[in-house]
């Protein structure tokens, strides 16, 4: 069984940042792709982030120079820096795992809420 666990989530005014934290736990193969992906009321889940094994990361267009996602690797622990936050960027923020070998290997943390707001 997967486990992820997302922390990191809270009020913040516009202009400020945020640091996300998704801790992995259970059998995690070696070669995997981790994300964020967020999601408003209303919207459909979107990606945000997500930052390969091997260290490769693609941004949505609309975070690309305020958001950098990064690993630890040896914790099985995923990473969003935010900076720059605005109203936009209000949404429930999941972590997901999964693997390029294996199509059935994909899973989701329950999600974290980010509100940017004065």
């Known amino acids: 069984q997967v486990q992820l666990v997302e922390s990191g989530g809270g009020l913040v005014q516009p202009g400020g940042s945020l640091r996300l934290s998704c801790v992995a736990s259970?059998?995690?193969?070696?070669?995997?792709?981790m994300g964020w992906y967020r999601q408003s009321p209303g919207e459909q889940r979107e990606l945000v982030a997500l930052i390969t094994s091997g260290g490769g990361t693609n941004y949505a267009d609309s975070v690309k120079g305020r958001f950098t996602i990064s690993r630890d690797n040896a914790k099985n622990t995923v990473y969003l820096q935010m900076n720059n936050l605005n109203a936009e960027d209000t949404a429930v923020y999941y972590c997901?795992?999964?693997?390029?070998?294996?199509?059935?290997?994909?899973?989701w943390g329950r999600g974290t809420q980010v509100t940017v707001s004065s």
């Open positions: 259970g059998r995690i193969p070696s070669l995997n792709i």
């Open positions: 997901n795992v999964n693997s390029p070998m294996q199509p059935a290997y994909n899973y």
